[in-house]
């Protein structure tokens, strides 16, 4: 790596974390990532095992949270259930990503039929709450991890494409993008080369942001009854199942709502954060 990419490198770090309410966005978020992956070894109790002799226990020295109505360590399910969050997160705002992006530069650039087919299937999607499409979505394909993950997937793609419909119009007639046509650039170059990094900023922050709402919308579906197949541990199931225990084992049902909405807040500071680096009508505030 060389001195120039190590300024700028340095450069964008310096900016984003300028704001110290970015910094702490960053802290959650890092503090959640590394519970998901290190949850066998911050806790000696498994996820799944019952224990029908320490039914909903208060916090005590041996459950810090207190236990649940199987006997089953709270706070060990909420490492786990951190875990779950993240990987349906992550991996279905990935997965609308993917096509989201491709169908809106191909639709852009190309126009024509093509664009009329692909803007009538997202003008139906986006007809449909997001919500009420997941669910929907959830009885034909299931609630398994993976079917979740699919499931959130499609019912963000329009933000996405839509989004990159507007940066490739406004990028594909610029002048150097006609001179790669003049020299004799195939489509496929000029699309991977050229238009999609000019194009890749904003759809960057919008990930980064998205995460966050995926992650509560599964919280959501959970709550419902419509997300996770059980024993499988997921905040939202625990938040639905505590909330007629609070009597009982209070903490049950609001830490992981608390775990919930700190790490959506992460995700959406640190995507407030680099919208205003990469931003350049933004970025001379900095």
């Known amino acids: 790596m060389d001195k120039e990419t190590k300024t700028k490198i340095h450069l964008f770090f310096r900016r984003l974390f300028k ?24 806790t000696p109790y498994e996820p799944n095992k019952q224990d029908l002799t320490a039914i909903l226990q208060k916090p005590s020295a041996s459950h810090w949270l207190g236990t649940d109505e199987a006997g089953r360590d709270v706070l060990t399910r909420i490492f786990y259930g951190a875990r779950t969050s993240l990987i349906i997160g992550v991996v279905s705002v990935l997965i609308s990503a993917v096509a989201g ?9 190309y126009g024509g039929l093509l664009n009329t087919v692909i803007s009538r299937f997202i003008d139906v999607l986006m007809s449909l709450p997001s919500l009420m499409l997941a669910l929907a979505l959830g009885l034909v394909f299931g609630h398994s991890i993976g079917s979740l993950m699919i499931i959130l997937g499609i019912s963000t793609i329009p933000t996405y494409t839509r989004m990159m419909s507007a940066q490739v119009l406004s990028v594909k007639n610029q002048d150097y993008i006609t001179a790669e046509r003049v020299a004799g650039a195939r489509n496929s170059r000029i699309l991977i080369s050229h238009i999609l990094p000019n194009c890749f900023s904003p759809i960057l922050v919008l990930l980064t942001s998205n995460i ?17 197949n059980p024993p499988t541990a997921s905040w939202g199931a625990m938040v639905s199942a ?5 009597l009982l084992n209070p903490v049950y049902g609001i830490a992981p709502g608390i775990c919930v909405c700190l790490l959506v807040y ?6 407030d954060g680099l919208r205003d680096v990469l931003d350049p009508r933004l970025r001379g505030s900095l």
């Open 266 to 271: 992460g995700f959406n500071v640190l995507g």
């Open 242 to 246: 505590g909330c007629s225990k609070l």
């Open 19 to 42: 704001r110290k309410l970015v910094m702490l966005a960053a802290i959650l978020v890092l503090f959640f990532i590394l519970t998901a992956i290190f949850a066998p070894l911050l």
């Open 212 to 228: 966050g709402m995926t992650i509560l919308a599964e919280s959501s579906l959970s709550f419902l009854g419509m997300g996770i």
């Open 101 to 109: 992006v491709t169908l809106g530069l191909v639709s852009a650039y």
